[in-house]
């Protein structure tokens, strides 16, 4: 149903609150025509993360961005979050509003829910974009090697209680002067009311708990990930777009998808490509979208 929303939002967009799957998920509806898009964030993310492309791909489409639990203004995650969880939710979002099949952008470390949701789910998803996107059990586990140039804040994230520990009350800092200062790379992307919204959400109680979850579920879910491709490969049509990450993406989407993969390499970006070059993304997932409908 249509809510107020106490947050930041945009002209042209729908806040909801839906009840799916024993929980209840905030997201935003934009565009009457086309094609249902869904919109699915990583971290540091909520669907914020998606307001300067969203209005890009209404002109042409149905589009929905979700908050996954634990994440923006959804329901707050309990210890058993995790990517298994996030794709039942998903699922269940894309029943209940009645989206099926849909064409699936997700983002960063929502790869594990995604990818169980296209191999669980096939019915669910009529073609499959990432962005800056890895998996378990496809190279992802690599980035928590600190020794080898991992980053520090999976280990952090993935560790029961430690979250709370070192970065509840410190969110602000966390987003503002390390996340996205060391992962964007055109200046001015991230905005001051960006990192506030942002702030906002992971500051509520028990706002870390869905990164924690996802992250938890990354160092434990290779195996399980390889078996579903194994199983059930994903089919649907597949574009990934990379920006620091480079072919990263392109080469883990290649071991999961049978098919052809498209490719975009977007200079100049770093990770957080809807913030950072909305416009760029935009064509390349417009152009795509227009062949798969076509």
């Known amino acids: 149903m249509p809510v107020p929303h106490p947050g930041a939002t945009i002209p042209g967009v729908v ?46 489409h149905r589009v929905v961005a979700v908050d996954l639990r634990g994440f923006g203004d959804s329901a707050v995650a309990d210890d058993a979050f995790g990517s298994a969880v ?27 829910a ?41 280990g952090v994230l993935a560790a029961p209680g430690i979250p ?10 966390v987003l503002g002067a390390w996340a996205f200062p060391t992962m964007t790379a055109v200046p001015g992307a991230v905005t001051d009311a960006d990192v506030a919204e942002l702030a906002r959400t992971y500051g509520r109680p028990g706002g870390w708990n869905g990164a924690a979850g996802l992250y938890r579920s990354l160092l434990t879910e290779g195996d399980d990930l390889r078996s579903l491709v194994a199983a059930h490969p994903v089919t ?49 997932v417009l152009a795509f979208l227009e062949r798969v409908d076509g």
């Open 236 to 284: 649907v049509p597949a574009l990934a777009v990379g920006g620091s990450g480079g072919p990263f993406t392109a080469a883990t989407l290649g071991q999961v998808v049978r098919g052809p993969v498209g490719s975009v390499l977007l200079d100049g970006v770093g990770h957080h490509v809807a913030l950072e070059a909305p416009d760029a993304l935009a064509s390349a």
């Open 86 to 112: 996030a794709a039942d939710d998903l699922h269940a979002l894309v029943q209940t509003l009645g989206l099926g099949p849909v064409h699936v952008l997700a983002q960063d470390v929502a790869g594990g």
């Open 114 to 154: 995604v990818l169980r949701l296209a191999t669980q789910h096939p019915e669910d998803v009529a073609s499959l974009v990432a962005v800056e996107m890895g998996l378990a059990g496809y190279g992802l586990e690599a980035f928590a090697d600190v020794t080898h140039g991992g980053s520090w804040h999976i």
């Open 15 to 60: 806040h909801h609150l839906t009840d799916v799957g024993g929980t209840r998920l905030h997201h935003v509806t934009a565009g009457a025509e086309g094609s249902p898009v869904l919109l699915v964030h990583g971290f540091p993310e909520t669907w914020w993360a998606f307001h300067r492309l969203l209005p890009l791909l209404a002109a042409r």
């Open 164 to 173: 709370d520990l070192l970065l509840a009350g410190r969110e602000r800092e």
